[in-house]
């Protein structure tokens, strides 16, 4: 049944990750006749009650989702999931207790899995729903690494290489232990010394144990790349050495780091996919960027001076697993000049190809947005607003949305809240609607749409797409 007219409610969380993608799959959406707003999530959850019943496309549904599901399924709106962090995740039972909560899931009325690990995860889950349909049909961000979509970057790709020329490019995932805001790693600071630390935010769903043991692995190798840059540095004298920090990470260690060195440059700006194809070569430990690189065909380190097989087995095996694997400064020094000399080319191999089909869907065929708008567009529900004319109605939605955003308001202001203005604009500046613009009609271009879609912009953070 089709639904058709249906407004997509499109959060984005982490601004230079998740906006293309989901630019992109508002674009094939309008092609079906949904319009969308897309925008920053907290902004967009603090006015759900503005929006009339909607699909809304959450990116988790943990129990910082539990409260927004509720008043949200108050207000009409349709819950459809799919999870950022289900593709380099945790052993199952810490994935659960940290991603999936059993009353939160309940809301959901549909999953979007990023491939067939992902649909084996979930349906271990114990309290998944019997009747929960789960798709695998990929992620948008899967669909910006394919050869088709290459040249939505290419003007990106070309600055690059003319501010930077020959580049490494660092990716970091040491948000465990150097996030934005110290409550926000897997341990709070102490206070006193020897007493005992309290879990932090990272450290939600793990046993102590766990986290214990995974802090002083993400340490460890947090200093073995402090310790490699300047080595670096001065070893490829002819190179500069980009660090570009995770999303939530702080930036000031690698600032240090880069002050005592001659051409090492720290930045996050813009989506990692044109720094991927700029790049000689991406030096990583466990991060989801040396998927992407595999998948781009660009050469990709795994710098493993320290090992521990069962977090590098357990949560970074196929990141590490689809890469270049190198254990001390040696043997990757050896590797770089092999690369960057040319006779070294990106890891492949049909095991590696095999294993990554195993966890993502739709790297040929259709994109994965085209199959997830399949789904949206034969939902068997079809969306309306017949009751909201009333009052009555008209109250509920104003009492709730009212106790939603004094709930937030309150939740902004606790230690280590995802919710703080400074984090929030940290992850998601303001953008002016002139680049919302000229992406959109660079994606309508890729994909042979010659008609002009309207863009209104709501915020400075959130746009509708009609």
């Keep these: 049944m089709s639904m058709k007219n249906t ?134 961000r899967t669909d910006m690494l394919r050869p088709e979509m290459h040249s939505f970057y290419e003007d990106e790709v070309q600055a690059l290489r003319d501010r930077y020329g020959k580049f490494i490019l660092i990716n970091t995932n040491f948000n465990h232990v150097n996030a934005f805001g110290p409550d926000m790693n897997l341990f709070q600071p102490v206070k006193k010394p020897g007493e005992t630390a309290r879990f932090g935010r990272a450290a939600r769903g793990m046993s102590r144990k766990y986290a214990q043991g995974l802090w002083n692995h993400k340490h460890a190798v947090f200093k073995d790349f402090q310790q490699l840059i300047p080595k670096l540095d001065q070893t490829f004298p002819d190179v500069n050495i980009v660090i570009r920090p995770h999303p939530t990470e702080r930036h000031d260690v690698y600032h240090e780091v880069a002050a005592r060195c001659s051409r090492v440059h720290v930045t996050n700006e813009g989506n990692v996919v044109p720094w991927l194809m700029a790049t000689e070569v991406v030096l990583h430990n466990g991060c989801t960027t040396g998927l992407e690189a595999f998948v781009l065909g660009v050469p990709a380190i795994s710098y493993r001076a320290t090992v521990n097989e069962d977090f590098d087995n357990g949560f970074y095996r196929l990141p590490n697993a689809v890469s270049h694997q190198c254990f001390d ?122 008609r002009q879609l309207e863009i209104e912009q709501l915020s400075d953070v959130m746009f509708r797409i009609n």
């Design 7 to 140: 407004l997509l409610l499109i959060p984005v969380e982490n601004q230079v990750r998740e906006l293309d993608p989901k630019l992109l799959l508002a674009c094939i959406a309008a092609r079906r006749g949904f319009s969308s707003v897309i925008g920053s999530r907290r902004e967009m959850e603090f006015c759900i009650d503005s929006f009339p019943p909607s699909i809304y496309l959450s990116k988790s549904m943990t129990i910082r989702s539990l409260l927004f599901f509720q008043v949200a399924h108050k207000f009409g709106h349709e819950i459809v999931t799919w999870d950022e962090e289900a593709l380099v995740h945790l052993p199952p039972e810490t994935y659960f207790s940290r991603r999936l909560h059993p009353k939160a899931i309940r809301h959901v009325s549909h999953l979007f899995a990023w491939g067939p690990d992902n649909v084996e995860l979930w349906k271990q889950y114990p309290h998944l729903p019997h009747d929960l349909s789960i798709h695998s049909v990929g992620n948008p």
């Design 329 to 450: 400064f040696d043997q990757l020094q050896d590797m770089l000049q092999g690369i960057l000399g040319g006779r070294l080319g990106a890891a492949d191999g049909n095991e590696r190809k095999a294993l990554l089909e195993g966890y993502m869907a739709a790297l040929d065929g259709p994109l994965a947005c085209e199959r997830m708008v399949e789904v949206l567009d034969k939902m068997s529900e079809i969306l309306h607003d017949s009751d909201n004319a009333s009052r009555l109605k008209q109250l509920e939605r104003w009492t709730l949305g009212k106790a939603l955003r004094l709930a937030r308001g309150i939740k902004s202001s606790l230690p280590g809240s995802h919710n703080k203005p400074e984090f929030q604009r940290h992850r998601y500046p303001g953008i002016a609607i002139e680049e919302i613009k000229t992406k959109v009609a660079r994606f309508q271009q890729l994909l042979g749409d010659d």
